[in-house]
């Protein structure tokens, strides 16, 4: 459940219109690809207890192919979201290049 501390930038000021949307889009696919999985392992315990045949063949078959998809899905998303934050360091804003006087937050000197 990692991928869903990329949800609080759900709001931030993004460069552009579309890298919000992208952000948005991979911060979902990120958080919900573990709980894709769950639901894929739930599902692959009832195939499991299906009766030997090629049914039971084709659903896991079906099941894993699906598991690769979600999971490959997890890893775009994560190279994704790296790209746009350092692609947002293009656009900083101008309290980003002052200087702070950290003595100032220093109590004891």
Same mark, same amino acid.
């Given at each position: 459940?990692?991928?869903?501390?990329?949800?609080?930038?759900?709001?931030? $000021?993004?460069?552009?219109?579309?890298?919000? +949307? =992208?952000?948005? *889009?991979?911060? #979902?696919? &990120?958080?919900?690809?573990? @709980? %894709?999985?769950?639901?894929?392992?739930?599902?692959?315990?009832?195939?499991?207890?299906?009766?030997?045949?090629?049914?039971?063949?084709?659903?896991?078959?079906?099941? $894993?192919?699906?598991?690769?998809?979600?999971? +490959? =899905?997890?890893? *775009?998303?994560? #190279?994704? &979201?790296?790209?746009?934050? @350092? %692609?947002?360091?293009?656009?900083?804003?101008?309290?980003?290049?002052?200087?702070?006087?950290?003595?100032?937050?220093?109590?004891?000197?």
């Amino acid at each position: 459940m990692l991928g869903g501390l990329h949800l609080i930038a759900w709001n931030f $000021d993004f460069p552009t219109e579309t890298e919000k +949307i =992208l952000w948005r *889009v991979a911060s #979902l696919a &990120l958080a919900g690809s573990p @709980l %894709a999985m769950l639901g894929l392992m739930g599902l692959g315990t009832v195939v499991n207890h299906l009766n030997p045949g090629w049914v039971k063949d084709r659903a896991k078959a079906v099941v $894993d192919a699906i598991g690769i998809s979600v999971w +490959i =899905l997890g890893v *775009v998303s994560r #190279l994704l &979201l790296v790209a746009l934050m @350092l %692609a947002s360091l293009r656009a900083l804003p101008c309290s980003a290049h002052q200087t702070v006087s950290w003595t100032a937050y220093i109590p004891h000197l």
